[in-house]
């Protein structure tokens, strides 16, 4: 992995009523992912404030880490955290070495999805930092066709079986951004969701997607409810990620 260029930082840290997290920077991507952490979804932040200390997070698409040391560092919360993409993988737990919190943040380099098996990881770009990554299918954020910059050997497991295996508790909180298969990661965790002791989950929606818009009724179902307002407040109205915003739902 190349060092940072002469012109950025070998770390950039971020500071919270006077808690300190830091970061690694390899490029300019993860140079922006923490200059821009606590403003590119405030939403996001917000939620992660409502946390108490000694609760746990589960971050599907964790990338390097920016909510996972937020929720541990400024929350006291234990992270169990999900990013099968190899670089961002590798400087995740760079991220969770430097700010020492390897008893409380667990990286596992595997996907989440619908079911246990092994395929391809297809990349949007070969790039520290990067995301738009889709598992076992060819596709961008949309669920249109993508022609992958590389392809990666990947494994994919359950959220239902990860916590059936003890390898994760049935989490207070749950954060899955996955860029397009969220549909996925929560048919596979369905058993999880149903248990009382999840009281919130902020799931990424993409309003140009017929079975994300089905997430909805599916979470009320389960007895969780959220706030329109709030939904619309974080949904994109401008760039390439047009209708796409985090949804929190709560018990």
């Not at 595997?110 to 098996?117: E, H, P």
């Not at 770009?125 to 669920?143: A, K, L, N």
């Not at 996925?184 to 969701?193: E, H, P, S």
Request: hydrophobic share 40%; charged share 20%.
């Amino acid at each position: 992995m190349s060092r940072p260029e002469n012109s950025l930082p070998e770390v950039i840290k971020v500071v919270r009523d006077g808690i300190e997290v830091a970061f690694t920077v390899v490029n300019d991507v993860t140079a922006w992912r923490a200059q821009s952490l606590m403003s590119k979804e405030p939403g996001t932040v917000a939620w992660i404030e409502e946390f108490s200390p000694g609760q746990t997070l589960v971050d599907v698409g964790a990338n390097v880490g920016m909510y996972a040391l937020c929720a541990a560092r400024f929350r006291g919360v234990q992270v169990y955290a999900f990013e099968p993409e190899s670089q961002n993988y590798a400087i995740l737990n760079q991220n969770i070495h430097r700010n020492g919190l390897q008893d409380q943040v667990t990286a596992f380099c595997v996907a989440l999805s619908d079911g246990t098996r092994y395929d391809a990881l297809y990349l949007s770009e070969f790039i520290v930092g990067g995301s738009c990554h889709t598992f076992g299918e060819q596709t961008d954020p949309d669920g249109a066709p993508m022609a992958p910059a590389f392809r990666q050997g990947c494994y994919a497991t359950t959220l239902d079986a990860m916590v059936g295996e003890g390898a994760v508790p049935v989490p207070d909180h749950i954060k899955i951004d996955v860029d397009g298969i969220e549909p996925k990661v929560i048919a596979g965790a369905r058993r999880t969701l149903s248990d009382g002791k999840v009281k919130s989950v902020l799931i990424e929606i993409n309003s140009a997607m017929e079975e994300h818009w089905e997430i909805i009724d599916l979470m009320l179902g389960l007895g969780f409810d959220y706030s329109q307002e709030e939904a619309d407040r974080a949904r994109r109205t401008q760039g390439p990620f047009t209708g796409v915003g985090n949804y929190v739902f709560r018990r």
